[in-house]
Every structure is written in structure tokens, then in C-alpha cells.
């Protein structure tokens, strides 16, 4: 049970943002959002993840409500290369050793 | 950045043999590596997280027996598919954390092995 809730796929523009939703209503006050994305036939690659403020990397930007339950992940200028399946996850109360349990996810396509 | 390696990337087996799957972290060290199996079309589902040192903890419905686990080192994790047969024919995931990092960094995952068996 992956515990979160994300649509079962987008459609966007190239050069365009794109703003991927996730709703983790029973989130724990330790549990962290991660994000990942998986090309196809690829393993999945991390993206960005937070708790409480909003986070930006050179990836994408991630922003988290504030009452935690629900967060988007968000791609300034979406290109070709960004068309995969992405995962939203809470989880990692701490330590080294803890696992990610992966839902759906979000089929991201992005037109040319 | 950090990098797990897989290996091999693809196997064909016959149904009965047994078929060895590699899990490397290149340029880091992982006390725990974990299992991913992913079937077409689905999202990945975990089999087990291998300690290195002890035994792999399985996850509720993963056969033990079938699914063996040996972390023999900080870089090094395997995971052999006993007696296969064509209902394991599957993509199989490895991924691993830097044991340095904190207990929120990210998880580098392997490039896959897709599992064939006749």
C-alpha cells in the first residue's frame, strides 16, 4: 500500500511547466515526500523530495501544502527526455535502511 | 553521482535452471540493498531488503527459498531465482543508499535485468 494518490497519467507540452499532483492525506508528521521517475525499461531515478518547505534542485521544484497533505511536483520546461512514469512516496522516518514502497504513479507525456 | 550497477541486463533461461543476478554500488557503500520485481505495465513492487552481513528480510508472499538473497559486502548484493519458471519472467531492480548519507538521501537504482524464462 503505497498510501498516496496520483492521476494515472498527464499530457503536456514541450517548453512547457507541468505541475504533477499527489494526495497523501494520512501522512505521518515524520514521513517524507519523495518523488522519483522511471523511463521506460530504465530503473527509476530520484528527483526530489521534502517534508515541510517547498524544495527546488536543478530537476524540478516540489511544493508541499501546508498542511501536508498533498504536494506537486513541478517541471519549469518540460522536454522530451522528461516523458516517463512518475512516482510520488511518502516515507524515510529515518535511518539508512529504510524502504520505499512505489504505487502507480503518474504516466507523464509530453508532446513535441 | 552515485552509481548501482546490474548485471547481467538481460538473461534467457530455460524453465528449471537457476539464474544469478548481480547488484554493485560503484562508488559508494550500502548496508542495505533492496529488491525491486516489476511486471509489464506495472509499478514496481518490493521482494526483499538484503543486509549486508545477515540474512534479507522478504516482504509478505516473497518466497525465501526461491528468491535467494546473499549481501556478501558493502557493494555487493545478489539475488538468484531458483527453479525458474515462466511466471518469473520479470524486470528485477536493485537499488541501494549511500550508508554516509542521512536517513532521508536518495536511493540510486540499478538499470534492470529483465528475466526471460522459456
Known amino acids: 500500500d503505497a498510501k498516496t494518490t496520483q492521476p494515472n497519467s498527464m499530457e503536456s507540452n514541450e517548453e512547457e511547466p507541468v505541475h504533477l499532483p499527489c494526495n497523501h492525506s494520512t501522512i505521518s508528521g515524520t514521513d517524507y515526500i519523495h518523488w522519483y521517475r522511471q523511463l521506460p525499461s530504465q530503473g527509476p531515478e530520484y528527483v526530489i523530495h521534502g517534508l515541510t518547505s517547498n524544495v527546488n534542485n536543478r530537476m524540478a521544484s516540489l511544493a508541499i501544502a501546508e498542511d501536508r497533505k498533498s504536494s506537486t511536483l513541478i517541471l519549469h520546461r518540460a522536454t522530451l527526455r522528461d516523458a516517463a512514469v512518475y512516482y510520488c512516496?511518502?516515507?524515510?522516518?529515518?535511518?539508512?535502511?529504510?524502504?520505499?514502497?512505489f504505487g502507480k504513479g503518474t504516466l507523464l507525456t509530453v508532446n513535441p | 553521482g552515485a552509481v548501482v550497477s546490474q548485471h547481467p541486463s538481460r538473461v534467457i533461461c530455460k524453465s528449471g535452471t537457476s539464474v544469478k543476478i548481480e547488484c554493485r554500488s560503484l562508488d559508494f557503500q550500502a548496508t542495505t540493498m533492496f529488491w525491486y520485481r516489476q511486471f509489464p505495465k506495472q509499478s514496481l513492487m518490493l521482494m526483499a531488503t538484503?543486509?549486508?552481513?545477515?540474512?534479507?528480510?522478504?516482504e509478505q508472499g516473497v518466497e525465501k527459498d526461491k528468491f535467494l538473497i546473499n549481501h556478501a559486502s558493502l557493494t555487493l548484493s545478489t539475488l538468484t531465482v531458483t527453479s525458474a519458471h515462466p511466471e518469473d519472467s520479470s524486470f528485477y531492480i536493485c537499488?541501494?543508499?549511500?550508508?554516509?548519507?542521512?536517513?532521508?538521501?536518495?536511493?540510486?537504482f540499478g538499470e534492470g535485468s529483465r528475466l526471460t524464462v522459456l
Open positions: 537499488s541501494a543508499r549511500d550508508r554516509g548519507t542521512t536517513g532521508t538521501g536518495e536511493l540510486f
Open positions: 512516496i511518502r516515507g524515510g522516518s529515518g535511518g539508512s535502511n529504510y524502504k520505499l514502497t
Open positions: 538484503s543486509n549486508e552481513g545477515s540474512k534479507a528480510t522478504y
